[in-house]
């Protein structure tokens, strides 16, 4: 690949799209369709990333809960909460049937009311649109470095709760530096674990001529880059996915011809590194014009689907749920089922305070995370789930077509749909961590499948969307869950 081939690709689609070329999203659609950058290569990067792990020093030792320093269990309700009643509490938690008032399950839950920054920052250098990525160590990362967004901090980080250094480059998403804001979002975190969480998702451009001081844990990258490696296992975090999936290259305002575009990209397959489904499914979003109905009709079914939602949810004691026990090392379910709550203590040299200790989630199994395409009429469709989770704020959200854990569920009662990823040809499979600060090690498997002619079963429960249309609703809050985030970033 070369500078100059990838310079004569972008010359040609301007000429072939007008207006259009002027705009963020041609700038997006460009940044993601290669992987060139002469500043570092994809290689370079995943060299670093294991070079951190090396030159950076980061420990992380599980301890029992009477050594945590900064944590304590309430003597009313035997929560565990920081001393200072800063990050955040893990309660006890109960689900019900509104309708009869019997208990369903209880459950700890991680209660984090404060909304934190998720935000990556981009710049054009020498015409192409880049993104600044940060190789962020988290104590629950599998191979402890990982891509983050240019700032992921939760509140208490950014106000200096912690007593330790400020947030580097804060001051491009708290209104400080001027820059021009693309997207602006409040999404929504793991609705079976957390309760009511979000945090703020941002993606603002520098339109400066100033250079950006880098630190040596942050590096510039195309969104071509970025694409490339989420196709590895733990690479790109859930923090940077969820942010990565707001983006999109068209705008409905621009007629584009799109066999145009198509014949441009036919002729630089030796630089363009996106797959052909990838580009079939984005350049069909180009002349997305029918969608409107549509949209309309899964935002009724999505809004019906909360109203006749039965459950109900409530604050309870942590010390009093049922079937879960408190020992000296973990809280976990009597039958060795679901997740455990435990401690850890990590000493760092690259992170804002040197050391801390913690609670920590680890969940028993790895889930299985999936997503069915059916190209109809067409326009590729994807099967998404209406799933309910007691931690969300408004209960449901749009899902993948699967998402859970197998290993939860008894025999001959797995969940719908799981079996059409089993030993089926994909288009995208990686492992893929969850939120390394709360989730210990955890990683899921995310697919992504094309089945011609699948037929949705359950139409109750499952809809048919485009992508023009996922990506038009995860622009609305608490539309699209984080699992189904994760996935849309690939695209």
Known sequence: MSKARVTELRERLISAVGDFSRSVEFDFFISALVDYNPFNSTDDVLE????????????????????????HFDDLSGDLQH??????SI???????????????DQPIIDQPEIGILGILGKKIDGVLYFLMQAKAEPGNI?????????????????????????????????????KVLYYQYQSEQGARFLEKRNCNIVVLDESDAPIKLTPNHKWLTLGQIKSLMEHDNTVNMDSRSVISLIRYWDSKYQIDVPAISRIISDYTDVIKRSEFWLSAVLQCFESRESDRQLSEIRIALNRKRYCCKLGRKAFPL????DWSI?????????NKFFQVLAVRINANNREVESWDQPIMRQRHHARIGL????????????????????L?????????????????ETGKQPRYLDEFHDKELIYQARQSEEGGRFYRECNLNMIREASGFKNTDPENYLWISLANMKEMVQTQRMLNVELRSLLAYF
């Open 48 to 71: 670093w990333l294991q070079d951190l792990n090396r030159i950076q020093y980061f420990e992380v030792e599980e301890i029992g809960f009477s050594h945590l320093q900064q944590w």
């Open 393 to 409: 704020y408004d209960m449901v959200e749009l899902s993948p077509t699967v998402q859970c854990i197998a290993e939860n569920y």
């Open 91 to 105: 309660r006890g938690f109960q689900v019900f049937d509104n309708l009869t008032g019997d208990i369903l399950w």
């Open 83 to 88: 001393n200072k009643g800063k990050f955040f």
């Open 143 to 179: 191979n402890t470095y990982q891509l983050s967004p240019t700032v992921q901090a939760t509140r208490s980080n950014y106000t200096l709760a912690h007593g330790g250094k400020k947030t580097i480059y804060l001051e491009y998403f708290n209104g400080q530096a001027p820059v």
């Open 372 to 391: 069915i395409c059916s190209l109809q009429k067409g326009v590729y469709m994807f099967l998404v789930q209406m799933k309910t989770e007691p931690g």
């Open 327 to 335: 020992g000296d090392r973990l809280i976990q379910h009597n039958q």
């Open 319 to 322: 010390k009093e749920l049922r």
